[in-house]
Nanobody
Framework: QVQFVESGGGLVQPGGSLRLSCSASGIIVSDTALGWYRQAPGKQRELVADITSGGITDYADSVKGRFTISRDNAKNTVYLQMNSLKPEDAAVYYC?????????WGQGTQVTVSS
């Protein structure tokens, strides 16, 4: 019954910005540790950012200083603001619970970084 619907991806030039949204149902984001993950072709899925139920955030070294994870409890939605995008950021981005057994993988949203 847990579902995440990601949106906001698209094509952006290097150095550009995108804001991804993750609408959650069947789970309360304010009660849950959540993460943004990405998977590029030929690579494993990796965690890029997470936020605890208390609002503490953490980031992979590769995105630190460029990405910001946040949530809107009233909308039960998690966001990922991505700035200064690099070609290596291109991937399908997913939102999920940090406790994967209590979440689910959605379709993700494609981010393409190209000139």
């Amino acid at each position: 019954q847990v579902q995440f619907v990601e949106s906001g991806g698209g094509l952006v030039q290097p150095g550009g910005s995108l804001r991804l949204s993750c609408s959650a149902s069947g789970i309360i984001v304010s009660d849950t540790a959540l993460g943004w993950y990405r998977q590029a072709p030929g690579k494993q899925r990796e965690l890029v950012a997470d936020i605890t139920s208390g609002g503490i955030t953490d980031y992979a070294d590769s995105v630190k200083g460029r990405f910001t994870i946040s949530r809107d409890n009233a909308k039960n939605t998690v966001y990922l603001q991505m700035n200064s995008l690099k070609p290596e950021d291109a991937a399908v981005y997913y939102c999920n619970s940090r406790l994967i057994s209590k979440g689910s993988w959605g379709q993700g949203t494609q981010v393409t970084v190209s000139s």
